[in-house]
């Protein structure tokens, strides 16, 4: 009992940047752009961030620094899928290959590198309930801004104007183009947004979660946030629950490798991987084939004079 | 704000600018790569000298650049396969490394035995552990219609893991002082030199081999009738009777078996053993060759000399320029935006107009 709310606020990390990269990603793919660049994005974002706190010793000013390098490199995505209408599946893997290469370059000098934790946020008076105060109410402040952006995306998708507007894009590029609205422009929006959050989950990686930088550190999470989205199936609870059942498998593959429980290490250390490919397995099976992508996801948009 | 350009579709591309586009876009990467370079304070001109001279010019680096064309040209011709076929298999990388490990269990089994049979019995224990391994995602895909862009992907890491339990584990040489690595493989169970003293072996002459098989598929058979008719109109592929589900296996199988070739001729012919990290990404810049290959068999066995030149320079650059590796795989992520750019140039003319759009 002790344990739990610590083991509790420890999913909350692991799950967070899954949470916030995913959230982007879903986004950009409700207005049809498929970017498969959230690893590159995410591991650029770590590095620039850790590389930004430590010259300018801020974490803060770090964790903004990583969210705008990973919208820097979506920008390269959106000008080549949107101004030369590339294949966007290529283009994405184009990014995360890039994006791998450039993240060594910048944390070169910064390798092993420690930094102090960001001091958590109490919320006063609801920290103090037994439990749950010290695992939901006390937290680094983007854990908390990743609980305003679940409501920011679930209610810009569903109920602003704007985000209407997007998922029509999404549906159908060529009746939303025929309806005059600027295709192109809400995607690079969307494209933007996608980035700066997968370049945010990025930095909370190297500051916040495990506070040092190291080559390869992202680990394949930006893929994982992409199987988030297409479990998600459209929905954005989905994607939170997700979310916050990988960040528990993460923590506990972490406490079975340190229990020694007689598995190879390395066969805890796949699960996530593993889980990842039975959850679309599950998502299938349970009759939701293909169901909840937008319909024009992923298909170059070249409008007809 | 505007967007002002617009791309208008070309009626015909010659032939000489479907030649020149990814020289053009080879040649713009490398001009962006030397201003980095010259950034990172070292000089462009002696980068140039290292990435492209030296490999071309040193005969013992001309072995290396063959020496390591070999796996990108086998993965590279499997990957057409899918891609011309609009399949995303882009976990070439974990299929590499299960054919190491297939390959490379043969060795480890057979060890201290002595016969001619112990290569073929390696190349075709790789190749299978390519295909199963490929075949993992194309069922997922036929059978439960999941995306094979992401299984693909995560059998990667599952691979990597699998390796290393195994050279940590049940397959750590006795003698090999706690390393993280096989017993080395005796020289039945390693691919010789094709001439004394030299390094190159005959897996560069069965990759050449194998491209000439792919040039006659896509050519003359129907098969690879089928899986450009499936890539580029799969309705009408449908309607023709070609079986969706079919070509997604059998591509798929193709370019497992490929991969799985390389990482058994790899193991066996480059290592002599296995341990961890002999994948190198090559899988992943295979991906980059198809595609500055322009999707042909051909043009992949041109790229992966070109890739594999600059692949030998970059790691004597790390050495003599401390030109980090990252550089390279910088490098190569853009390579690929430049080629995709320069292909849509090809598809289309980029106009700039007044009005918004």
Known sequence: ?305 | MSFNLALVPRREVSLIRQVLTPVLALVVALLIGGLIVWLMGRSPAKAFDVFLREPLTDPWALQEVLLKSTPLMLISIGLIFCFRANRWNIGAEGQFLLGGIFGGGVAIATHGLAGPWILPLMMLAGVAGGMLYAAIPAVLRNRFGISEILTSLMLVYVAELLLDYLVRGPWRDPKGFNFPQSVPFTDAAQLQPLFEGGRLHAGFALALLVVLVAILVFRRSLFGFAVKASGEAPRAANFAGFNEMRITLVVFLISGGLAGLAGMIEVSGQVGQLRPGFGQGLGFTAIIVAFLGRLSPVGAMLSSLVIAVLLIGAESAQVSLKLPFDLTRFFMGMLLLCVLAGESLNRYRLEFRKETA
């Open chain 1, 1 to 305: 009992m002790e344990m739990l709310p610590f083991i509790l606020a420890t999913v909350f990390t692991a799950a967070t940047p899954l949470l916030i990269a995913a959230l982007g990603e879903h986004v950009t793919e409700r207005a049809g752009v498929l970017n498969l660049g959230v690893e590159g994005m995410m591991i650029v974002g770590a590095a620039t961030g850790f590389a930004a706190a430590v010259l300018t010793d801020s974490s803060v000013l770090g964790i903004l620094a990583g969210a705008l390098a990973g919208m820097a490199l979506s920008a390269v995505f959106a000008l080549m899928v949107l101004v030369f209408a590339t294949n966007q599946v290529a283009t994405g893997l184009a990014l995360t290959i890039m994006g791998l290469g450039l993240a060594g370059l910048i944390g070169q000098g910064f390798v092993g590198q420690p930094r102090a934790a960001i001091p958590p946020v109490k919320i006063p008076l609801l920290s103090e309930i037994p439990v749950l105060g010290k695992a939901i109410f006390t937290g680094d402040f983007v854990f908390f801004l990743s609980l305003a952006l679940i409501g920011f995306v679930a209610w810009g998708l569903n109920r602003s104007r704007f985000g209407l507007l997007l998922r029509a894009v999404g549906e159908s590029h060529g009746s939303a183009h025929a309806l005059g609205l600027p295709v192109k422009r809400i995607r690079l929006v969307a494209i933007l947004f996608g980035g700066l959050l997968a370049g945010l989950a990025g930095a909370y990686l190297s500051l916040i979660y495990t506070r040092f930088w190291s080559p390869g550190m992202s680990a394949g999470r930006g893929w994982i946030a992409l199987a988030l989205v297409v479990f998600a199936a459209g929905h954005v609870w989905r994607l939170v629950l997700g979310a916050y059942l990988f960040g528990g498998i993460t923590v506990a593959q972490l406490h079975a490798q340190a229990g020694a429980i007689g598995l190879p290490s390395q066969f805890l250390s796949a699960l996530p991987y593993l889980m990842t490919i039975a959850a679309l397995l599950f998502l299938s099976i349970s009759g939701r084939k293909g169901a909840g992508a937008a319909g024009s996801l992923g298909q170059p948009f070249v409008p007809e004079r």
